[in-house]
Structure formats: C-alpha cells, structure tokens
C-alpha cells in the first residue's frame, strides 16, 4: 500500500502473462534439454555416431543462445515487472525468501558458465570433461527449479508459515513436492517435443527415425511425471480446503484452464505414441510443431489454473492481489484508505480505484469494469462495493471508509453509461428482465449457482417482489435496487417467470 | 482495527551490515564486469586499431563480449537483491516512477546481448561485426541511463512523490543534472577506464594493442576524476554530513588505489594494478552506498529495520556459494587448460 500505483495503460494480467509464459517456457525447456543433450551425447558416443554428436552440437547452439539470452534475461524482466506490478507482494517474498533467491544466484552463475562452456567446448574439451560439463549444467539448472518452486508453491499455498512465519514451512509448503514432480516432468516433455519437431526436418532417414523414436519416448516419459505431478496436486489436502474450493465454484477460469489441459494431454500422449513411437516414418516438422503446441497448452493450462486458484490472494491468506494484507480488509470500517497512500495523484477517486480495483480491472480492456456497470448507477456501485467481497468472483473487500466508498462510487459512475439499460440495448420484456438481473444481482447470486436465491424467491409474488426492490434496509451488503420503472417492471416479471420454468 | 497475527515481513533475516557487505562486494564485482565489457566495447570503437575490427585484440574482444555479458547480468542479480531488501521502499517507488523506462531495462539488456552474439558469430565481415557493436553498445547505454536515472530518483523520495504526482503512467525520467547527469557520467567514465584496462592487458603482447590500451586507461581515469569532481560539487547540502561520514574514507581509498593503479599499469605489474584498480572500485562502491544513506536521511533509515536472522538458511547459501566458486574456478581450469581444437 506504500508504494505508487502503476497507471500502465494495459492490463497487469497481460502484461505479466506477456512476459511470464514466455519465460517459463523456456526455462523449463532449458532444463529438459540440457538432460537431453547429455544422455544424447553419452549415446552419441557410445556408438561413435558422429552425424548424431553434429547434431548435438548444432542443437546445444541454439539451446545455449535460447537459454542464456532469451531465458536468463526474461527471469530478470519477471522479477522487474512483479516489482513494479505487485511491490508489497514482491517485498514480502523477497523479505522471507532472500537466501533462497541468493542460493539460487549461485546455482544460476553455475549453471550460465557451464551452458557457455558446454557449447564452446565440443571440440576443445575430451569427451568426459565435455560430458561432465553437460551434468553440472543441468544439475545446476534442476536445483535452480527446485529453489524457485519453493517460492512459486508458497504464493499458493503458504501453509504453516502463516501461523508461524518459519522459512522451511513457507518454502516446504503442501504444494512443493507434486509441484517439483510436475515441473521437471514438464521440462523433460518440452524437450522431447521440441527435438521431435527438430528432428522431423533431418535430411538422412535412418537418424531422423532414431531421432523421433527417442524423443517421442522422452515426451511420453515427462508427460507421464507431469500427469503424475498434477494427480498429486490435486491431492493435496489444503486444496481441498474452503477457500479454495470456493474459488473453483465461483470462477469458471480453473475449470477452464484444466479442461485445455486435460484436451492437450489426451492429443499429445495419442500423438507421440502413434507419430513418434509407433510410426516414426508419419513424423514431419508439422506433426512436430502441432505436438510442440500440446505441450505448451498442457504446461500453459496448468500455470493459469495455478494462478486462477490463487485468487483473489497474491501470496494465499496473507496479502491481496492490490496488495492489501489479509487483517486490514474490514469491509465498513472507519479507516481511510487514502491516508495509507503516500503517492497521490491530486484525484482521490482516481487514486481510489488504483489502490483498490486495478490490479485486476481496467474501466476499458482487461477484465473491464465499464461494461458490468454499464447502466446501473452510482447507489448501486457504492453499495456493491460494501459487499465486494461477497461477490461471485473472488474479491477482496474495499478497504476504505463509507465516504471513500462513496467518492469513488461517484468516480466509476462518471466513466459509465448511466443511461437505462432498456436504452443502451434496446431491449424490453424478459430479455431486459435477465439484463437487470445479470447487471444487478448477478454478480453475486447466479441461478442454479453461487448464491442462488432461485428458492427463496419462488414463493414471491409481484408485491413482495416489489417490496423487496423498494426496502432500504434490505442487506448492508447488497445495494438497493434504483432502477426506472420499465426496469423494475422487467426484473419482476423475469423472476416470476421462474415458477413457470421451475426454479431452475 | 483488528490485526491477525500473521508474520511480519517487514523484517531483515540478516543483519544490516551483512547485508550491506554482500551488497557492496557483489557491486563492485558486477561493475568490474561491466566496465569490461561496456568500456571494452566504447574502447574498441575509440582505440582505431590498425586494421579496425579485424585487429587480433579487436577480434579477441568481440569474441569475449557475449560472456562478459553473461557475467555482467549474473554478477548484477545480487546487488540488486541486496539493495531490493533494504531499499525497497525507495527503490520500487523509483522504478514504478520510471516504470516503462525501468521494464525496458531487461529489454535492452536482451537485445544487446543477442547483437554481442551475433557479431561474434558474424561471418559476413567487419561491417556486419560493426553495425552488431553499435546495436548492442546503444542498448548497454540505454541500460546505464535508466540505471542512473532510477538510483539517482530512489535517492530523492521528495521528487519521487512530485514526479508520480505529475505523471502517474511510469513515463518519468528524472534528469536532475547533478544528481543524474554527472553521476551517469562518472559511471560511465569508470566502465571506459576498466575497459581501458581490460583492452591493454588482452592487448599486452602487442604493442600497438598495448599503446592504446594505456592512452585508453589513462584518459578513462582522467575523465573519471573530473566527472566525480563535477558530481560531488553538486552535493549541495549533503556534501558536509557526506564528508563527515564514513563514505569519505571510502572516497580517499577510491581515488588513492586509482591513481596508484596507474603507474603499476604502465610498468606492466598487471595483477598488482588490477588489484588496485579494483580496491579502488569497491572503496567508491562503498562511498556510494553511504551517500545514499545521507541522502535518505530524514527520509528513510535503514537501521530502524527490525533484524530476525535466518541464520541456517544463510549457512546453506554460504555453502552453495563456496562450492559455485569451486565448480567455477573447475570449469575455468579444464576449459583453458585444455588444447584449443581436438
């Protein structure tokens, strides 16, 4: 909260995902490929195969130029941007976790010298110094995962650590072990397919039908971990627990985000058994390129329903996502919010809205405000934001006083279109009825859903529905209904339809 | 307000001059790098070889730049670390300032590294090797001017709050001349005078290479002094509690291992005034960081910071940094040890 808030103009989540995905990726490609190359090159040299070592040696090329510019520099542009994006959830990770990302400094100078190396010294160095090079590296670059996903797990699952603030509860969490499992299972399935794909353009036919039968064996192999990883993930008692199950129920995106990645698992395991095991001759850069794009859907999958589980949490049950901690979110109390912001912009409901909303929501673009307020007025926003954290997606409560509320009710009202919502889509009857609904009380009662008060409402009749639109003091939580006539007549009537269609 | 009992993170788990010691060695070591490798690239392109790029040195230095890079990103992870733990309050209001500048920072720093590749690699002569150079020395430059910028800004909380008040967007450059301009340009004064050295001692078994190396050294160290002049005269008011501080010793020691670095370069006593060169290199390194504390006075203190050290989890990182600098000290000695081609 003690820090200046970002006006960048684009979403947050773009912007990190911009620069995460692309980074995680390579990076776990880079400790795949490193155990490839090394088991290859022993192979290699087993049977003196020498169009194999100079395969190897073209493969280490670009695995080295991938690795250390492209993956090293886009792990510091992640921490540069969390640093902007997220400073108090960066500040608390790197207070509770600085020898860990210190250890990991010492094994990434390691692991930087040894790719450098490897590659320059194909020729200069005997095949075992050569070769040993090759498992510094990826000894290195393995225990480097290792250490980082302590750090990812704890965002996620924090576990003991909030009761006690102990590193080894924080970095030994109930999600490190499948997580380890299943990140290195990644890491071997990347390489696999990426030499697959590699390997469909090689001009000799007996190397390229060796070449893809290993390779499909090592992406059947690290999906296999993968799935194992994932199978214990999802086992994991804390994830089960409410609040996460919660999250699950209210948002749609880790349902989502499991259902790609089950999709992909299915295509990729069939692709590589038949293409790359079974009838290595059907392989083709193409085939290889489709399977490569699997298994980026598979890991991408499992990253965003990671993430989509954290939510609305940056660090799980400790800090908020716009970095307010766990313990200042007393919705309705008395303390101002704008006194803790030492960064101002002259514009408190400006200043509001960036403390408060932001990190999530722009008014426009990513995960956009204007269209959900869009007709509904500024009671109704003042009063959703006293209940924001009872709302179907996962929000923390807005952390400021009454007034505050009301200022940047008064804010967000301005950057809407408040005309009717029968005026802005031209609708009437039962269509407007289900646009009032979903506008006015969608967001935190769905039918047949989250909240759901299909039941209750079931025995209403048109003057205890009335009633209830017309009562002040219906809920603290829940905004008093303050649409027009025609609207209040729509709401009505879509309700009541609901006896005829049964309550669901 | 109610509180949970959750940890407090607002705590440093090791004390402050442990901290400020990693701080300042790593520093010193990630600007010896890149003063090799920014200051060999702005020596290559000023010494005029005979023969240009094609010079044995010239050739030796391009092919060397990728992994100074390498070194240079990997020895600048820690410092910056070090200083995110204590200064984080002033430094991540800084960078979210001059955001788009500062996330355009690993940008330039990629690009650059990938043009140092690419000459490196480059069989297509020295016009190619050159317009590769020029690429990744614009980046370089672009990496110290936000740098500068940045530092100079988390040393100025005051201009800090004004500057976000004016403009919120992260598109801020603070341009202070005192406080940005000449130490911008000390710093880069002192990369050209280590890459001044760094092109001698590869150039040392050929004359010219060397000549140039020399008049290259000897004009960095110059420029260096007169920009530090120009930038401790606009200390204003913090030029008293700075000299009285300890960072004047760190000074005296800067400049005094400099100017005796010299001489023992031109005698040719390499290691000894390498060794100076780099005494002379943390003693402003650590000048810096006291001046950032005078700076911050009434602003920020870092001895106000609760200590809960975390002792065990730093024995293991002293372990895993003996064995990485034995694993290092290894690979180095098998690689150069071993015959050129097999």
Known sequence: ?504 | MIVLALPDVHVLPAPLWLITLLHVLTLTLHFAAMGCLFGGVLALFLARLPGGLEHPNARRLVKLFPTLMAATVTLGVAPLLFVQLVYGEVVYSAAIVSGWFWLGIPIAAMLAYACLYAASFTKRGVRRVRVWLLLALAGLLYVSLVYSSVFALAEHPAAQKDAYAADPTGLVWYADVGAWLFRWLHMVAGAFTVGGFFFGVLGRKDDVAWAKGKALFGVGMAAAFVTGIAYLMTLGDVMKPFMQSAGIHGLMLGILASVVAAPLFVKRRLFLSGLSLGVGLLGMVYARQVLRDVRLQGHFDPTALAVDPQWGVFALFAVCLIIALGAVAWMLRIYFRAPTAS
């Not at chain 1, 510094?136 to 797990?153: D, F």
């Not at chain 1, 603030?165 to 990426?194: K, Q």
């Open chain 1, 1 to 504: 909260m003690g820090y200046p808030f970002w006006e960048t103009g684009i979403g947050y989540g773009p912007l990190m995902a911009v620069i995460a995905v692309l980074h995680v990726f390579v990076s776990h490609f880079a400790i795949g490929g490193g155990l490839y190359l090394v088991v290859a090159e022993r192979g290699a040299r087993a049977r003196a195969d020498l169009q194999r070592l100079a395969f190897l040696e073209r493969l280490s090329r670009f695995f080295a130029l991938l690795t250390l510019v492209f993956g090293a520099l886009s792990g510091v542009a992640i921490w540069f941007v969390i640093g902007l994006l997220s400073p108090s959830g960066t500040e608390a990770l790197i207070h509770t976790f600085v020898w860990a990302w210190a250890i990991e400094w010492t094994l990434f100078a390691v692991e930087v010298l040894a790719a450098i190396l490897y590659y320059y010294g194909w020729k200069r160095l005997s095949p075992r110094r050569h070769m040993t090079l090759g498992w510094i590296y990826l000894v290195a670059a393995w225990l480097s995962l290792a250490v980082i996903n302590g750090m990812v797990t704890f965002m996620l699952t924090p576990g003991a650590w909030l009761q006690t603030g102990a590193f080894l509860d924080g970095f030994f969490n109930p999600t490190y072990v499948p997580s380890l499992v299943l990140r290195s299972g990644i890491c071997i399935l990347l390489a696999g397919v990426f030499v697959l794909f590699v390997a469909g353009g090689h001009p000799d036919r007996r190397s390229r039908l060796a070449l893809v039968r290993g390779a499909g064996l090592w992406g059947l192999v690290g999906l296999a971990i993968a799935a194992a990883g994932f199978w214990l993930y999802r086992g994991v008692d804390v994830l089960r627990l409410d609040s996460f199950r919660d999250v699950a129920e209210r948002l749609r995106l880790p349902g989502m985000a499991t259902q790609v990645m089950y999709g992909a698992a299915c295509v990729l395991a069939g692709g590589l058994l038949l293409t790359a095991v079974l009838l290595p001759a059907l392989q083709r850069r193409s085939v290889g390129g489709v399977l490569l794009l699997c298994a980026l859907a598979v890991f991408g999958g499992f990253e965003f329903w990671r993430e989509s589980a954290r939510k609305p949490y940056v660090i799980h049950g400790f800090m908020y996502g716009n970095g307010l901690l766990v313990g200042e979110d007393h919705p309705g109390g008395e303390e101002s919010l704008l006194d803790r912001l030492p960064y101002r912009t002259g514009d408190d409901g400006r200043d509001l809205f960036n403390r408060a909303c932001r990190s999530c929501h722009q008014m426009e673009g990513y995960r956009a405000l204007k269209p959900i307020l869009d007709g509904t007025d500024e009671h109704y926003i003042e009063g959703a934001l006293a209940g924001l954290h009872k709302m179907r997606a996962p929000m923390p409560p807005f952390a400021g006083n009454a007034k505050e509320r009301a200022t940047l009710a008064a804010w967000l009202a301005e950057r809407i279109d408040r005309r009717p919502l029968h005026e802005i889509h031209g609708e009437a009857g039962l269509a407007l009825g289900r646009r009032v609904y979903e506008a006015r009380c969608g967001s935190c009662h769905v039918r047949g859903g989250y909240e759901d008060v299909s039941e209750t409402l079931s025995d209403f009749d048109v003057k205890d529905l009335d009633d209830l639109l017309s009562d002040p003091d219906m809920s603290e939580e829940m905004p008093m209904f303050h649409g027009d006539a025609k609207e209040r007549q729509a709401l009505i009537d879509y309700i009541l339809g609901w006896k005829k269609e049964g309550v669901r």
